[in-house]
């Protein structure tokens, strides 16, 4: 089956290690799944070939099992969501399961997100559309910006309402104080971004977690410098 999926078991098993999370404690628990996953490379190359179909090339190819797989082996009975928003597609895990954390439908969740270039075909549509640098830079932020890289990568990070956390006794990294989805809707162009929508989502991120702009002394943005 699609490695995304086998990628996304092992940083599963990593994550819950490196939070002090013993998997056989969360059997039958509320646990959710959030999985950012956008590309299906090993599907469109087995599904080409009639004659490498079989009796688990659906599920195993299928983006909704990425999740559906990790809450399946571990038995997780939480939300098991896989998220597909392009570009965004962690980070909006990350927001649904903290939503799905403060409104009580997982005690505990996995959030973010996979992904795995095993065909020069995006690439060469993302070509054609002149998304992609020429030079294989990404050069975001500045005047000569004329592309981005496309990139692969696993990772998810453990989350738990921080009362909960704190009272459990576990590792706490960061606190997540607030985030915000929304959609360009109608701009210059199907991928081209809106400047008025992002300003707007930033506005409410920083409404919702109390907090002033002023005060923000880091900031880590997805540029892509297209």
Request: glycine share 10%; charged share 15%; net charge negative.
């Amino acid at each position: 089956f699609d490695p995304q999926q086998r990628l996304l078991l092992e940083v599963t098993w990593e994550a819950l290690e490196d939070a002090g999370q013993a998997p056989e404690r969360l059997t039958g628990t509320h646990t959710g799944v959030f999985v950012g996953i956008s590309t299906n490379d090993y599907g469109r190359i087995q599904f080409n070939d009639l004659t490498c179909i079989d009796a688990y090339a659906g599920t195993g190819n299928a983006l909704s099992i990425a999740a559906n797989r990790i809450s399946y082996l571990f038995d997780f009975q939480g939300p098991s969501i896989a998220i597909d928003t392009a570009c965004s597609s962690s980070l909006v895990a990350v927001h649904l399961a903290c939503s799905s954390l403060r409104n009580g439908e997982s005690t505990l969740a996995l959030a973010g997100g996979v992904n795995l270039i095993l065909s020069p075909a995006i690439t060469i549509n993302f070509t054609k559309a002149g998304a992609m640098a020429p030079d294989g830079r990404c050069k975001a932020f500045d005047a000569r910006a004329n592309g981005y890289v496309r990139s692969e990568g696993a990772g998810l990070v453990v989350l738990k309402p921080l009362s909960r956390a704190m009272a459990d006794g576990d590792p706490i990294y960061a606190v997540i104080r607030g985030s915000a989805v929304n959609q360009d809707g109608r701009s210059n162009g199907l991928m081209a971004p809106n400047p008025l929508a992002q300003e707007a989502v930033l506005r409410e991120a920083y409404r919702r977690a109390g907090v002033s702009p002023g005060h923000v002394q880091y900031v880590e943005a997805h540029g892509t410098g297209t």
